[in-house]
């Protein structure tokens, strides 16, 4: 076949095979470079879509808990606040469906598809939960889970949606910024226990457990976000996150969480005091008048002492706390000091029925303190930190806007970037080709002007020697 063809179409099927290797080349990084600008257009408006839904997380955080508080309290704290926190939600909403409504979600991943469907049908449900925890008959358990169910779909759309990043900056800038999402929405969720346990003077069942494992949460979320921030980033985050009001968080979070040690005291101050403790082996020892009786009232009057000691070693002590555990030695120092009575009257010979009027202790001041400190009393206005972790998560928020806006700027910068290098391949593709086709056009006619002068060259000799012509002109080579 190729012997059929000419020379100058034998040169040109020699010049097209690396041309046409160069085009596909060029195609390819084209196509790539396209291909990521796509990606990046998407990225761009998930990062868009974030700060809508991180404004009306923010909002619905805040009214989780205020609402945990309003029911905490049954009404009595939050009432005021509540209906005005509902109206931000409710203007962030608007914002967010007005958004979406020209957002084609048809474009991402199904994952993303089903976190966004179910985030937008619990959204719907707001108006009838609020109006039972108006009415008050919606549990907190199930308040909280609807709020932080509806929160982490929302937060599972961020999640879904940018995992679909190819770029290897923008993909370690938005594992970032997700851990600090969930690491902030944790806070939400504390803010909402702490409100309730605060309003209530005690913690619900389950919550304080669940209280101690958000702070961990926290922590490993905000962990994992400095381990994937730039330093930038972490500047900004170090220098925001501080002040007296994330001390007094800090503070009061401490006071939440002794109270489990407050707890367990008090629980061994009463098996110390009640049934088989000092009151009991007291009026043993009255009745029976056995001296094994003294030993086990002056041990358990030492063990009671320390641990009331301890209490009070624990620091965020109240004035009502102090009266309490002042109560509660006093009551007790009577039924210890009240054995030597009793001892001596069994000595003398007193009999049981006037035993008894030896020492006359009233228990009541004691009971009702041990009561008392068994509820926490943990001293601190639900308000007062609602307020004062309001401030730190608003803090937190402003961070959130500093790591979005940074990966918008830059998604912008990487598109800038992909456009550059989409002209940069069209210009040395256009250039390449056309100096291909140049050069091949040259040596092709370079060729073919030598070919053609030694042809007629030959034919001149051949001419000459068949005595066709009469003289012969040299060939002229050119060394090249």
């Not at 994937?228 to 503070?251: C, H, M, R, W």
Request: aromatic share 10%.
């Amino acid at each position: 076949m190729l012997s059929t063809f000419s020379i100058k179409q034998k040169l040109i099927a020699i010049m097209m095979i690396p041309l046409v290797v160069v085009i596909l080349l060029s195609i390819k990084l084209a196509y790539n470079a396209y291909t990521d600008t796509i990606n990046l257009q998407k990225i761009e408006k998930i990062i868009i879509l974030s700060t809508k839904i991180g404004a009306m997380v923010h909002e619905t955080q805040k009214e989780r808990g205020m609402t945990a508080g309003y029911l905490g309290s049954k009404g009595k704290k939050f009432s005021t606040k509540l209906p005005a926190q509902r109206s931000n939600v409710d203007i962030k909403k608007r914002e967010l469906l007005e958004y979406l409504k020209d957002f084609n979600i048809q474009e991402y991943t199904p994952e993303f598809q089903t976190s966004i469907s179910k985030g937008l049908a619990q959204l719907e449900k707001i108006s009838s939960i609020r109006s039972k925890v108006t009415n008050q008959t919606l549990p907190l358990g199930k308040a909280l889970k609807y709020y932080t169910s509806m929160n982490s779909n929302f937060l599972d759309v961020i999640d879904a949606g940018t995992r679909i990043s190819t770029n290897p900056l923008l993909t370690k800038k938005i594992s970032a910024y997700t851990n600090f999402l969930l690491s902030k929405e944790r806070a939400g969720i504390e803010r909402a226990v702490g409100s309730n346990t605060l309003a209530k003077d005690e913690f619900a069942n389950g919550m304080r457990t669940k209280f101690n494992n958000l702070i961990n949460t926290q922590n490993t979320y905000m962990h994992t976000f400095t381990k994937y921030a730039d330093k930038e980033s972490l500047d900004f985050y170090k220098n925001t996150l501080q002040g007296p009001e994330i001390d007094e968080v800090n503070k009061i979070r401490k006071i939440l969480i002794s109270s489990a040690k407050k707890h367990q005291l008090i629980s061994q101050m009463k098996e110390q005091v009640g049934y088989g403790g000092i009151i009991h082996n007291f009026k043993n020892y009255v009745i029976r008048g056995h001296s094994k009786y003294e030993p086990k009232i002056v041990n358990q009057y030492y063990q009671l002492s320390q641990h009331l000691d301890e209490y009070k070693a624990l620091g965020n002590i109240s004035e009502e706390e102090i009266q309490l555990i002042n109560n509660i030695k006093s009551v007790f120092t009577k039924y210890y000091n009240g054995v030597k009575e009793v001892k001596k009257a069994i000595k003398n010979g007193t009999p049981i029925k006037e035993l008894d009027k030896v020492v006359k202790v009233s228990d009541g001041p004691a009971i009702i303190a041990l009561n008392k400190l068994s509820k926490s009393l943990f001293s601190v206005p639900s308000e007062y930190w609602f307020d004062k972790i309001t401030v730190k998560i608003n803090l937190l928020k402003k961070i959130e806007n500093y790591l979005a806006s940074d990966l918008i700027k830059t998604v912008e910068s990487e598109k800038d970037i992909t456009f550059f290098e989409i002209l940069i391949f069209a210009l040395m593709t256009t250039i390449g080709i056309s100096l291909t086709l140049i050069l091949a056009r040259t040596i092709a006619f370079t060729l073919l002007v030598d070919v053609k002068d030694l042809k007629a060259g030959l034919d001149d000799f051949f001419a000459f020697i068949n005595f066709e012509k009469d003289d012969l002109a040299l060939i002229k080579i050119q060394l090249r």
